[in-house]
């Protein structure tokens, strides 16, 4: 009994403890994200001139509008749809190429099924980086430098996602798919009507992780769009720092990393209670 | 409605057997229940009526038409699953309707159809939950009414009754029954609870090893097993099995079988026995008794009787009517 009292009180201690340590945590990780956005709301001078102030400015409306519209290079509105068409793009071309594929390998037989698999779980052990060279030239020679096929179709291939799904597909009662068969449903539409809704919570959270991953690519929209009307924001940024003499224009840089948050935000907050309501609703 | 025509059917897995020819002729609307225990192939024999199974050899026939090659929906049949496999994002009323919404049945007769099925089977307040919202017994009526709304010719039945507990069992028999009775369907039922086969069947296939044992009506293959593993697997408790050489001069087969009911303990009998011990069920009592050689066997006598008590000696009787005699191969002689 006594042991149990003082779990209790040291449960009473932790819990402050714990949430001081969450709270210093939190502060330290969003101080960065704090000092941009304040960068974003004042003028080129109060950021140049130390100590450089920790609170908002009254600049907000005019660097947003001044980077949304014309921006460094290009306009952060234009370099926006760029990445909401190519993360889209990527996160839609993945789930749909991944479900049918995972789709194939758990109800088909066919020969070298296996083999199949595992050359697909092989890609997952080879980062884009490593055969950037070569998807560069198949590219180039399709014609799809500065193009959103390009920007979108190397990218849409993920081992990841269709290994997720063929887990997924695994735990499936076979059943489930007899009665279909006895029902009369055909392969494509069991697929469309009881596998795909059956998914949905899988979808919804690769959606987030995939949108993210599309969103945030670097290395190749800056290999293949030359083009400044085909800047993704992620890259774009990067773009706008000023090379050789010229002078940076830190707040609308710094208004276009806030807005370059923005989305990925927006998914999360949004497919999260989406997946969350989706989970307890599978829930038996 | 429809027969169905098994002429000796096979399958085997890669290099096993597991369907060693089987032949069978159901009547239309006849009740049939196979029954064994688990992996003796009766669920395999179901699915090859089903279509869900191919036929390694041998003819399946629906209705006098040769179905090996055709596919389970156009075999026009309907099956209900052990666990009921419904799908469970969909309503109940969805769950029932897929099948006649593929086949591009009339909308207002979907609903039609839906709704008698409901009503027969007390579902029409759930119509529009999902299975996850429903009790075992309600999802296994969800399960039925997906079947009864296709209309088929022969309802399939794989073992519909395991998931649920011993109660409901009891209930959803009977209900299985009558709805059986009342649509006039044929029927194939597959389940290792010989209850369930000797109270649901017309005639019931005990299955052994991927061979038919026996073919019959239920009280007919209680009363006069072919086999030994019959004999063995219909009843319960089970047939006392005794070895003839504790019992000189009473046969040249080597096994003697005797139910539980037709042995008496009486003041002279042909075998002595030890009593291990009694189990008193109300109606009944049930004694466990060991012979010579370390045989069990067990007596079930009325409750009025005296209850013998533990270590003490007792003769066992019975009438020549009623010993069953298997060979070597346990066939019956």
């Given at each position: 009994?006594?042991?149990?009292?003082?779990?209790v009180?040291?449960?009473?201690?932790?819990?402050?403890?714990?949430?001081?340590g969450?709270?210093?945590?939190?502060?330290?990780?969003?101080?960065?994200?704090?000092?941009?956005?304040?960068?974003?709301?004042?003028?080129?001078?109060?950021?140049?001139?130390?100590?450089?102030?920790?609170?908002?400015?009254?600049?907000?409306?005019?660097?947003?509008?001044?980077?949304?519209?014309?921006?460094?290079?290009?306009?952060?509105?234009?370099?926006?749809?760029?990445?909401?068409?190519?993360?889209?793009g990527?996160a839609?071309?993945?789930?749909?190429?991944?479900?049918?594929?995972?789709?194939?390998?758990?109800?088909?037989?066919?020969?070298?099924?296996?083999?199949?698999?595992?050359?697909?779980?092989?890609?997952?052990?080879?980062?884009?980086?490593?055969?950037?060279?070569?998807?560069?030239?198949?590219i180039?020679?399709?014609?799809?430098?500065?193009?959103?096929?390009?920007?979108?179709?190397?990218l849409?291939?993920?081992?990841?996602?269709?290994?997720?799904?063929?887990?997924?597909?695994?735990?499936?009662?076979?059943?489930?798919?007899?009665?279909?068969?006895?029902?009369?449903?055909?392969?494509?539409?069991f697929?469309?009507?009881?596998?795909?809704?059956m998914?949905?919570?899988?979808?919804?959270?690769?959606?987030?992780i995939?949108?993210i991953?599309?969103?945030?690519?670097?290395?190749?929209?800056?290999?293949?769009?030359?083009?400044?009307?085909?800047n993704?924001?992620?890259m774009?940024?990067?773009?706008?720092?000023?090379?050789?003499?010229d002078?940076?224009?830190?707040?609308?840089?710094?208004?276009?990393?806030?807005?370059?948050m923005?989305?990925?935000?927006?998914?999360?907050?949004?497919?999260?209670?989406?997946?969350?309501?989706?989970?307890?609703?599978s829930?038996? | 409605?429809?027969?169905?025509?098994?002429r000796n059917?096979?399958?085997?897995?890669?290099?096993?057997?597991?369907?060693?020819?089987?032949?069978?002729?159901?009547?239309?609307?006849?009740?049939?229940?196979?029954?064994?225990?688990?992996?003796?192939?009766?669920?395999?024999?179901?699915?090859?009526?089903?279509?869900?199974?191919?036929?390694?050899?041998?003819?399946?026939?629906?209705?006098?038409?040769?179905?090996?090659?055709?596919?389970?929906?156009?075999?026009?049949?309907?099956?209900?699953?052990?666990?009921?496999?419904?799908?469970?994002?969909?309503t109940?009323?969805?769950?029932m309707?897929?099948?006649?919404?593929?086949?591009?049945?009339?909308?207002?007769?979907?609903?039609?159809?839906?709704?008698?099925?409901?009503?027969?089977?007390?579902?029409?307040?759930?119509?529009?939950?999902?299975?996850?919202?429903?009790?075992?017994?309600?999802?296994?009526?969800?399960?039925?009414?997906?079947?009864?709304?296709?209309?088929?010719?022969?309802?399939?039945?794989?073992?519909?009754?395991?998931?649920?507990?011993?109660?409901?069992?009891?209930?959803?028999?009977?209900?299985?029954?009558?709805?059986?009775?009342?649509l006039?369907?044929?029927?194939?039922?597959?389940?290792?609870?010989?209850?369930?086969?000797?109270?649901?069947a017309?005639?019931?296939?005990?299955?052994?090893g991927?061979?038919?044992?026996?073919?019959?009506?239920?009280?007919?293959?209680?009363?006069?097993?072919?086999?030994?593993?019959?004999?063995?697997?219909?009843?319960?408790?089970?047939?006392?099995?005794?070895?003839?050489?504790?019992?000189?001069?009473?046969?040249?087969?080597?096994?003697?079988?005797?139910?539980?009911?037709?042995?008496?303990?009486?003041?002279?009998?042909?075998?002595?026995?030890?009593?291990?011990?009694?189990?008193?069920?109300?109606?009944?009592?049930?004694?466990?008794?060991?012979?010579?050689?370390?045989?069990?066997?067990?007596?079930?006598?009325?409750?009025?009787?005296?209850?013998?008590?533990?270590?003490?000696?007792?003769?066992?009787?019975?009438?020549?009517?009623?010993?069953?005699?298997?060979?070597?191969?346990?066939?019956?002689?």
């Amino acid at each position: 009994m006594a042991e149990r009292n003082g779990m209790v009180e040291k449960r009473g201690a932790g819990l402050w403890l714990t949430h001081l340590g969450l709270i210093i945590g939190v502060l330290f990780i969003f101080f960065p994200i704090w000092l941009a956005f304040v960068a974003s709301t004042v003028t080129q001078q109060d950021i140049s001139q130390p100590p450089m102030p920790l609170m908002p400015g009254d600049k907000f409306l005019e660097n947003y509008a001044r980077a949304l519209t014309s921006g460094v290079n290009a306009p952060v509105a234009a370099m926006l749809v760029n990445s909401l068409i190519m993360a889209l793009g990527i996160a839609l071309g993945k789930i749909v190429i991944s479900l049918l594929s995972a789709f194939a390998i758990v109800y088909f037989r066919f020969p070298l099924r296996k083999l199949f698999f595992w050359l697909i779980f092989l890609t997952l052990m080879l980062p884009v980086e490593v055969r950037i060279v070569p998807t560069y030239e198949v590219i180039a020679n399709f014609k799809m430098l500065n193009s959103y096929q390009g920007l979108i179709l190397p990218l849409v291939a993920s081992a990841t996602a269709t290994f997720l799904f063929r887990q997924f597909f695994m735990t499936v009662p076979d059943e489930l798919a007899e009665a279909a068969r006895v029902d009369g449903a055909k392969p494509m539409r069991f697929f469309i009507d009881i596998l795909l809704p059956m998914s949905r919570t899988n979808i919804a959270a690769l959606f987030v992780i995939l949108f993210i991953y599309g969103w945030n690519q670097y290395l190749w929209p800056l290999l293949i769009t030359t083009d400044p009307g085909m800047n993704t924001i992620v890259m774009g940024i990067k773009q706008m720092f000023p090379s050789g003499d010229d002078l940076a224009d830190w707040p609308v840089i710094m208004a276009t990393s806030i807005l370059a948050m923005v989305p990925p935000v927006l998914v999360v907050v949004g497919m999260q209670r989406l997946f969350v309501r989706g989970l307890v609703e599978s829930e038996k | 409605m429809a027969t169905v025509t098994l002429r000796n059917v096979r399958k085997s897995f890669g290099k096993t057997d597991v369907i060693h020819g089987v032949d069978l002729e159901i009547a239309d609307g006849e009740f049939i229940v196979i029954v064994g225990p688990s992996g003796c192939g009766k669920s395999t024999l179901l699915r090859m009526v089903a279509g869900l199974e191919t036929v390694t050899s041998g003819e399946v026939e629906i209705g006098g038409r040769l179905v090996n090659k055709v596919e389970p929906m156009d075999r026009d049949i309907a099956m209900v699953f052990q666990n009921y496999a419904l799908y469970p994002h969909m309503t109940v009323f969805d769950n029932m309707a897929y099948g006649l919404k593929i086949a591009k049945v009339p909308k207002s007769e979907i609903e039609d159809r839906v709704a008698t099925a409901a009503k027969l089977l007390q579902l029409e307040e759930y119509l529009k939950r999902r299975p996850r919202e429903l009790s075992g017994g309600q999802r296994q009526r969800v399960a039925m009414g997906r079947a009864i709304v296709r209309k088929p010719a022969v309802f399939l039945f794989d073992e519909p009754l395991s998931n649920l507990d011993a109660k409901l069992r009891v209930q959803m028999r009977l209900e299985i029954k009558a709805l059986q009775r009342e649509l006039g369907v044929t029927a194939l039922y597959v389940t290792h609870d010989q209850v369930e086969a000797m109270t649901l069947a017309d005639r019931m296939v005990v299955m052994n090893g991927g061979v038919a044992d026996q073919v019959g009506k239920p009280l007919d293959v209680y009363a006069d097993p072919r086999t030994e593993f019959v004999a063995g697997f219909i009843g319960s408790p089970p047939t006392n099995f005794l070895d003839t050489a504790l019992l000189p001069g009473l046969s040249t087969a080597p096994s003697l079988g005797i139910r539980p009911e037709h042995l008496q303990i009486e003041d002279q009998g042909r075998l002595t026995a030890t009593v291990s011990f009694a189990e008193a069920l109300g109606a009944e009592t049930l004694i466990h008794c060991r012979v010579a050689g370390g045989r069990q066997v067990t007596v079930r006598q009325d409750a009025l009787h005296h209850i013998p008590a533990e270590g003490e000696s007792v003769q066992l009787n019975w009438a020549d009517a009623d010993a069953m005699f298997f060979d070597a191969n346990g066939r019956r002689v």
